[in-house]
């Protein structure tokens, strides 16, 4: 299962929720039918009745919640599909879930670390790579930086650059 926005709120009175979406993929939310939510209260799978656009997000309903009450059971959920209905990213792009987690080396083939968390900004993503010791670098998505990128395989190859990762980081 792959999160696709997570529910912040509810609106109105007829069980309306507010989303924060986690995709890219234009007419994600238009098109979806049918959602897992996941949150502290456990999974459950809902039919989608409607959406609209807002400008911080979209608003869902769903076919099984018609009050305030029950949608507010809902909030702080993850909104989930299944991987299999995801469509394909477009060539040199990558889910976040397909990155997390991965082995990273550098051009050397020396361990770098686990990428374990993918940071949004203006420019580009910055990927936190830990090394075994608990020490962190921050890595710039970049194609100058980034050298190669093996989902299969689960392995990013990162160019060494001038204070980026020193010498003796490598283990």
Same mark, same amino acid.
């Given at each position: 299962?792959?999160?696709?926005?997570?529910?912040?709120?509810?609106?109105? #009175?007829?069980?309306?929720?507010? /989303?924060?979406?986690?995709?890219? #993929?234009?007419?994600?939310?238009?098109?979806?039918?049918? /959602?897992?939510?996941?949150?502290?209260?456990?999974?459950?799978?809902?039919? #989608?009745?409607?959406?609209?656009?807002?400008?911080?997000?979209?608003?869902?309903?769903?076919?099984?919640?018609?009050?305030?009450?029950?949608?507010?059971?809902? *909030?702080?959920?993850?909104?989930?599909?299944?991987?299999?209905?995801?469509?394909?990213?477009?060539?040199?792009?990558?889910?976040?879930?397909?990155?997390?987690?991965?082995? /990273?080396?550098?051009?050397?083939?020396?361990?770098?670390?686990?990428?374990?968390?993918?940071?949004?900004?203006?420019?580009?993503?910055?990927? *936190? *790579?830990?090394?075994?010791?608990?020490?962190?670098?921050?890595?710039?998505?970049?194609?100058?930086?980034?050298?190669s990128v093996d989902v299969d395989?689960?392995?990013?190859?990162?160019?060494?650059?001038?204070?980026?990762?020193?010498?003796?980081?490598?283990?």
């Open positions: 299962m792959v999160t696709i926005g997570k529910i912040i709120g509810t609106h109105g #009175v007829g069980g309306e929720v507010k /989303v924060t979406s986690y995709s890219d #993929v234009p007419g994600r939310f238009e098109a979806l039918t049918q /959602v897992e939510v996941q949150n502290s209260l456990g999974s459950r799978t809902l039919e #989608v009745s409607g959406y609209r656009r807002t400008a911080r997000g979209f608003l869902l309903r769903f076919e099984s919640i018609a009050t305030p009450e029950v949608a507010r059971s809902l *909030v702080g959920g993850f909104l989930m599909i299944p991987e299999e209905r995801l469509a394909p990213p477009a060539a040199d792009r990558y889910y976040e879930y397909q990155l997390l987690g991965m082995n /990273v080396r550098d051009e050397d083939g020396a361990h770098v670390g686990i990428l374990k968390e993918i940071l949004a900004t203006t420019g580009n993503a910055v990927f *936190v *790579v830990e090394n075994g010791r608990g020490a962190e670098h921050l890595i710039p998505g970049t194609k100058e930086l980034v050298r395989g689960q392995i990013m190859v990162v160019r060494r650059a001038p204070g980026l990762l020193d010498e003796h980081d490598a283990l």
